[in-house]
C-alpha cells in the first residue's frame, strides 16, 4: 500500500511540513498517476508530492510519537 504525503517548504529553514496525505493506494501505478496529477495541478512551487510505502509512513508516525 501507498501514500501520497503533500509537503510544503518552510520559508524559514529548509525544512517540509506536512500539509495533508491521500491514500492508502493500493496500486502503484494508480498512485503514481495521483502523485504526477497533483504535482501538475499545484499553484505552489514549492509544494512537493511524495510517493511512500504505508508502513514507512506508519514507522514514521509511531516513532516520533514515543
Known amino acids: 500500500m501507498w501514500v501520497v504525503t503533500h509537503l510544503r517548504k518552510d520559508r524559514s529553514s529548509d525544512c517540509f511540513e506536512v500539509i495533508g496525505s491521500y491514500g492508502p493506494i493500493y496500486d502503484i501505478d494508480l498512485a503514481h498517476q495521483i ?32
Open 35 to 66: 502523485q504526477t496529477k497533483l504535482a501538475d495541478e499545484s499553484e505552489n512551487l514549492e509544494d512537493k508530492y511524495v510517493l511512500t510505502p504505508l508502513n514507512e509512513v506508519l514507522d514514521m508516525f509511531f516513532n516520533e510519537c514515543k
